[in-house]
C-alpha cells in the first residue's frame, strides 16, 4: 500500500502518536491473540498492574516503551497466544508478554515516518510484582494510553528522549 | 513440499509455536520441527541436522538474526536452504539489510497464517 507524503508527515507528529500507539496494540491484539482491547473509561489502580514489560529503543528514538498488566492478564495473553488452556500457559506467561511488548513496540515504530531505519528495538525485559519505582532518563516526551483486555486494565507508557 | 523440516530461531518461546501453528494453519505439511533460541544455537542445530526452511527473528541475544544468516554460507547443511525472516523490525532499511545477508522472505511481527502462507509457498517452491 502507497502512504502519501501528507500521510507520512502527519504520522511523524507527535501529536498522532497516542492514537497510533493504540492502533499497534490493537493489530497485535487482533492477529495475534484475536482479541479486541476496550477503551479504559479511568486510569488503572498501579496495584493491579503487577507484571511490566519494557522493550528499549536506541537510535532516532530513544527510550522505552512499558506494558503493564496484571498476573491473570498475563497468564490469559499466553494461552490466547498458545491456543492452550492448560496450566503450561501460566509457566510461559513472562514470554508472552515480553513479546506482545515486542511487537507493540516494533509494529509502533514502523508506523512513524522516518523513524524506523534509524531506531533499533532491545530484547525485552519482564518483570514482575509492582514494589518497585522505575527511573528512566528519557523523560523529554511522554505518554500513556489505558486499555481493558478482557475487562482488566492494561497499560502502555512511552517515555522517550 | 511434504514432511518437511523446519527450524524456528526465536528467543521467544511462545513466538516459536505460534509461527509453528501459523505454518500448520497456512496448509504445509510439516515433518519435524526444530527450535532455536538464537542464531548461535540455530548454527549448532544446522550443524548437526538439515532442514528445508529456516524461519528466524532478527532481534535476539548472543547471535541476532542477520549475523546468522551471513554465517550460513559456512554451515554445509544450510546450503540452498531458504530463510525467511520473521520480526518486529519493519523497516525499509531491516529489510534490505536481511536479503542483502541472504534472507528469501522477510514477514513483519505481527502476522496472520494468510501472510505467512503468501510469503512461505513462493520460497518452497523455490520462485523467491
Known amino acids: 500500500m502507497n502512504t502519501s507524503r501528507s500521510e507520512t508527515d502527519a504520522a511523524s507528529r507527535r501529536e498522532y502518536w497516542p492514537p497510533l500507539l493504540e492502533l499497534s496494540a490493537q493489530e497485535v491484539f487482533g492477529l495475534m491473540l484475536g482479541e479486541r482491547l476496550d477503551a479504559a473509561p479511568e486510569p488503572a489502580p498501579e496495584n493491579s498492574l503487577d507484571v511490566t514489560s519494557m522493550v528499549g529503543f536506541a537510535g532516532s528514538l530513544c527510550g522505552l516503551l512499558t506494558l503493564r498488566c496484571s498476573s491473570k492478564s498475563a497468564a490469559l495473553m499466553a494461552r490466547k497466544m498458545l491456543g492452550t488452556d492448560g496450566a503450561g500457559a501460566k509457566s510461559q506467561m513472562e514470554d508472552a508478554v515480553g513479546e506482545v511488548c515486542n511487537m507493540v513496540a516494533g509494529n509502533f515504530k514502523n508506523k512513524i515516518s522516518g523513524i524506523g531505519d534509524g531506531c533499533k528495538l532491545s530484547v525485552p525485559t519482564v518483570i514482575t510484582g509492582s514494589n518497585y519505582s522505575l527511573c528512566t532518563l528519557a523523560n523529554d516526551y511522554t505518554m500513556e494510553i489505558n486499555l481493558l483486555f478482557h475487562g482488566s486494565p492494561i497499560v502502555i507508557s512511552l517515555q522517550l528522549n | ?128
Open chain 2, 1 to 128: 513440499m511434504d514432511n518437511i523440516t523446519v527450524l524456528i530461531v526465536d528467543d521467544s518461546s511462545v513466538m516459536r509455536k505460534i509461527v509453528e501453528r501459523s505454518l500448520r494453519q497456512a496448509g504445509l505439511e510439516i515433518g519435524q520441527v526444530l527450535e532455536a533460541g538464537n542464531g548461535l544455537e540455530a548454527l549448532a542445530v544446522l550443524n548437526q541436522q538439515k532442514v528445508n526452511l529456516v524461519l528466524c527473528d532478527i532481534n535476539m541475544p548472543a547471535m541476532d538474526g542477520l549475523e546468522f544468516v551471513k554465517q550460513l554460507s559456512g554451515v554445509e547443511n544450510a546450503k540452498g536452504v531458504p530463510v525467511v525472516m520473521i520480526t518486529t523490525e519493519g523497516s525499509e532499511g531491516h529489510v534490505v539489510q536481511a536479503l542483502s545477508a541472504g534472507a528469501r522472505g522477510y514477514i513483519r511481527k505481527p502476522f496472520t497464517a494468510d501472510q505467512v502462507k503468501e510469503h512461505i509457498i513462493p520460497v518452497l517452491a523455490g520462485n523467491l
